[in-house]
């Protein structure tokens, strides 16, 4: 039997707090593995990701350009300052398969000299100019929001140009279906996740936790407004757990007694927070298409409270509960905090995340694909 090699070219190295593409890459990567796979890793970051090493045949490193090296007129800055000639020469020397684990990845494909006769597969889980466009109502006026404002605008161009090319695209079923119509090859496949084992804990947990990637503008944004519109009056314990918080976001953190943050928690330590808070809050102000965060959450935790957004507006409340305003979220937070988490539960929760996602049937039809 032939070696099935496949190259995989993802934005960034994942980390314990990331959610949606990079957390799929890590699920995807030893999925591909356990099939006999000899996967090609190529990651825009600085530190190799140590514990995906087993799992690859060859993984490389690329800088992403800072700064106006990484503007182009043309492409969004996430997409331009994500090029390098090394990883388009590594993907023509062969005619493997290519994975592009987001469209933030998607630079090989604009140069004419990299060969289309192969399979090529994009994988989306959002539409990225809408949520640019989040990102820049989450701004006040200034340099911040009119770039989020041109990435939108350029993503859209993107979107367009890349419909048009001999491409599959494999999508998430929550990815807005009114971008789905306008693309011409395109299968459905949920998000792939690595979900623990669903052990919810029971009794009551002492603190309340909001944890996720805090160098994102919408977890960094989710957090400061729980510090100002949630627990600067409501005086319950408040954790804030996640990778690279700024230093304004610390200091925010620090400034009342019963709110602390955990900056660069281990994957462990993460899930040693999540297990014992009694309520995980993830509120989200963006329109967001992966629920890895939330499902990690349901999956491990007691109480789980976000909004709409949050949820990706999914009908099954039964399993968490939703809040919108200041004072629902100070309401709920307050009634969930004295609540005991009890095994009825436990039994929704396991039911609905075993039923949400099939793993093995996604990975089976992202293999067929791309062989």
Request: aromatic letters at 8%; a positive charge; one cysteine or more.
């Amino acid at each position: 039997m032939m070696d099935k090699h496949l190259h995989i070219v993802a934005h960034d190295v994942p980390l314990p707090s990331d959610s949606g593409i990079l957390k799929e890459l890590v699920f995807l990567t030893k999925a591909l593995h356990g099939e006999g796979f000899l996967l090609h890793l190529h990651c825009f970051g600085k530190e190799k990701p140590e514990s995906m090493i087993p799992f690859c045949h060859e993984l490389h490193l690329y800088p992403q350009k800072k700064g106006h090296k990484g503007y182009t007129l043309s492409l969004p800055y996430a997409v331009s300052s994500r090029s390098d000639m090394s990883l388009v020469k590594r993907l023509e020397a062969d005619q493997f398969p290519i994975l592009f684990a987001g469209l933030k990845t998607v630079s090989p494909l604009l140069d004419s000299a990299l060969k289309k006769e192969r399979k090529i597969v994009v994988r989306l889980l959002r539409d990225e100019q809408r949520h640019f466009s989040d990102l820049k109502s989450l701004c006040s006026w200034g340099s911040q929001k009119l770039f989020y404002a041109i990435e939108s605008i350029r993503f859209g161009r993107l979107m367009k140009k890349l419909k048009a090319a001999p491409l599959q695209f494999a999508v998430s079923s929550e990815y807005p279906k009114s971008k789905i119509q306008g693309l011409n090859n395109y299968t459905v496949i949920e998000q792939l996740i690595e979900m623990p084992f669903v052990m919810p804990q029971s009794g009551v947990g002492n603190f309340c936790l909001y944890h996720g990637n805090l160098s994102k503008t919408e977890h960094a944004y989710a957090a400061n407004w729980l510090l100002q519109n949630v627990f600067k009056t409501l005086e319950i314990p408040f954790v804030i757990a996640g990778d690279n918080p700024s230093d304004q976001l610390e200091k925010a953190a620090h400034e009342k007694m019963h709110t602390c943050l955990v900056a660069n928690p281990s994957e462990k330590e993460l899930q040693d927070l999540i297990k014992k808070a009694q309520v995980n809050i993830l509120p989200s102000f963006v329109s967001q298409c992966n629920t890895g965060l939330l499902f990690q959450a349901l999956a491990m935790g007691r109480h789980v409270l976000t909004n709409a957004k949050g949820a990706c507006e999914m009908s099954n409340t039964s399993t968490y509960h939703l809040a919108e305003s200041n004072d629902e979220f100070m309401s709920m937070t307050e009634a969930l905090f004295n609540k005991s988490f009890d095994g009825s539960e436990h039994e929704s929760r396991a039911a609905f995340l075993n039923g949400k996602y099939n793993n093995h049937k996604g990975v089976s039809t992202l293999i067929k694909m791309l062989y």
